[in-house]
T-cell receptor, first 113, second 112 residues
Framework: QQQVKQSPQSLIVQKGGISIINCAYENTAFDYFPWYQQFPGKGPALLIAIRPDVSEKKEGRFTISFNKSAKQFSLHIMDSQPGDSATYFCAASNGGNNRKLIWGLGTSLAVNP | NAGVTQTPKFQVLKTGQSMTLQCAQDMNHEYMSWYRQDPGMGLRLIHYSVGAGITDQGEVPNGYNVSRSTTEDFPLRLLSAAPSQTSVYFC???????????FGSGTRLTVV
């Protein structure tokens, strides 16, 4: 059972546009929500993360919006650039001693020049 | 500052062969884990470790063994390779108190 549902599966955006990727979770015990970025042939790299005590976190052009009541969080990429073309994964965990991440299935983003 | 180092980068095995994928990190991270990545299936956890001498199974552990004798190394052993194990394998590590996972660059394994 997929505990973190990510959409869309793929996304095409024009340069300068806003890319939006959404994730929904089921387990209300989750308390850590990271986003990872993966370029072809590379491992995923942490992009930005949020905890449920805040509704938004911004780092440069990347923003996480978090809606605890709806159990949803999303990644917004402002002024999208061709260099942002990658696969993006959302994830969630409930802390604790093992901190296993539950992953979304990924979104392939293509930013057209 | 090597981070997480995986070897080999590519490997072709015949069905039934065994091999070990190596993973080493130099960041003194307590947590280490192995994932496999297949098209359309995201990242699936195979095994993980919360410290030297402690390992546990993830969601797809069958056919794989791990050990953690040191903080730095976390090898993944394929006991008897099967075509279903054709995949890209990633090793990742993190600090116990958080800060995200650092991934290696992956091993692309093909079993024929």
């Amino acid at each position: 059972q997929q505990q973190v549902k990510q959409s869309p599966q793929s996304l095409i955006v024009q340069k300068g546009g806003i890319s939006i990727i959404n994730c929904a979770y089921e387990n209300t015990a989750f308390d850590y929500f990271p986003w990872y970025q993966q370029f072809p042939g590379k491992g995923p790299a942490l992009l930005i993360a949020i905890r449920p005590d805040v509704s938004e976190k911004k780092e440069g052009r990347f923003t996480i919006s978090f809606n605890k009541s709806a159990k949803q969080f999303s990644l917004h990429i402002m002024d999208s650039q061709p260099g942002d073309s990658a696969t993006y994964f959302c994830a969630a965990s409930n802390g604790g001693n093992n901190r296993k991440l539950i992953w979304g299935l990924g979104t392939s983003l293509a930013v057209n020049p | 500052n090597a981070g997480v180092t995986q070897t080999p980068k590519f490997q072709v095995l015949k069905t039934g062969q065994s091999m070990t994928l190596q993973c080493a990190q130099d960041m003194n991270h307590e947590y280490m884990s192995w994932y496999r990545q297949d098209p359309g299936m995201g990242l699936r956890l195979i095994h993980y470790s919360v410290g030297a001498g402690i390992t546990d199974q993830g969601e797809v552990p069958n056919g794989y063994n791990v050990s953690r004798s040191t903080t730095e190394d976390f090898p993944l052993r394929l006991l008897s390779a099967a075509p279903s194990q054709t995949s890209v394998y990633f090793c990742a590590s993190s600090l116990a108190q958080g800060g995200g996972y650092t991934f290696g660059s992956g091993t692309r394994l093909t079993v024929v």
